[in-house]
């Protein structure tokens, strides 16, 4: 979809301003058209799209079934040019039904304090951010030989604990799904059985007591990647979880210490992940581990209680 040059000229110079690690603002994909102007006649625009999930998508682990997710232009209009777009998407959601397992979204530049009075006062909530970590892994100070490689015969132990971050989540995040062991099942498998497996248990006494799933993601010219980071190979931490009796044992730092090693070793340019900002664990150590939020997905479910 075209918008004004100057408008996505404007949106970069504003992600720029924001936060030097962001790449440039993507042009808007397909969707529908809010437009707004702002006290001054400064255009503003927003595109509209709608993502409708089955029972059975992987990604109705973090989302909502019905997703109303806003791409804001407002270049330089701060507060007031993204207040306009969400009163703009209140107007339009006040002509659909919008069910319970629904939501509105927006994905913004975490360091964009302006933004943010716009989103809390609509309602939205920092539900989820994309975190990243640059520096190079410090030395361990911690155990890293309790870490292992995991294989195929590792799968039921590592689904147990796979869901088990789910059952976390699930209460100071999106709620958790009926079927979350069968949304994760088929990725886990195909991580234990490559030839590389980028999967790691932390044990002790031979129990299995914690796990990192891992992936690469190459951000390249083109890419989904390229749109929320910097080019390069980065290290995607996918799932990091201690078994729930065990947590703030060091099981979670000692994986993290040699997970980071390995995948420096690997040649990643840095590492990133997902976590809530609402969990009060993960929230913690990840900022402990070294990394910070990039990106801040601002949410409200249902949709119909946007302000
Ligand atoms: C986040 C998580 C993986 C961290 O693993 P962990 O084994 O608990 O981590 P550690 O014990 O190495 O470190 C946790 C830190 O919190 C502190 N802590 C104190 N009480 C704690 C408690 N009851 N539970 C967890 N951590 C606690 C620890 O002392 C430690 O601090 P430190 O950095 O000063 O050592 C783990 O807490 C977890 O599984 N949480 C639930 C699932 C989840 O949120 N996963 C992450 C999704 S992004």
Known sequence: MDIAEPLLAACRARFAAVD??????????????????TADGTQVTGVLQRHRLGPGDVSTLWSAADTWQLFPYFGDTGTE????????????????????DSACAVVWPS???EAIRAFLDHGLVPLGALGVRT???????????????????DFAVALELATATFDYTGLVAAPRRANTADLLAPALREALDAEEPAVWLAEDGGVVQAMAHCAWID??????????????RWGYVNNVVTAPGERGGGFGRALMARVHQELRTGGATGTY???????PLASVFWHRQGYRPLWTTWEVRPAGALR
């Open 20 to 37: 030097a690690l962001l790449p440039p603002a993507a042009p808007p994909a397909d969707g529908v058209r809010l437009d707004a102007a």
């Open 81 to 100: 040019g993204l207040d306009l777009l969400l009163r703009a998407l209140r107007g339009l959601l006040d002509g659909e039904k919008t069910g319970d």
């Open 111 to 113: 360091r964009d304090a």
């Open 135 to 153: 520096a190079p892994p410090p030395p361990p100070d911690c155990d890293v030989e309790v870490v292992r490689r995991a294989g195929p015969d």
């Open 219 to 232: 951000a390249t010219a083109g890419s989904a990647a390229a749109e929320l980071l910097p080019p390069g």
């Open 273 to 279: 992940l997902y976590y809530n900002p609402t969990n």
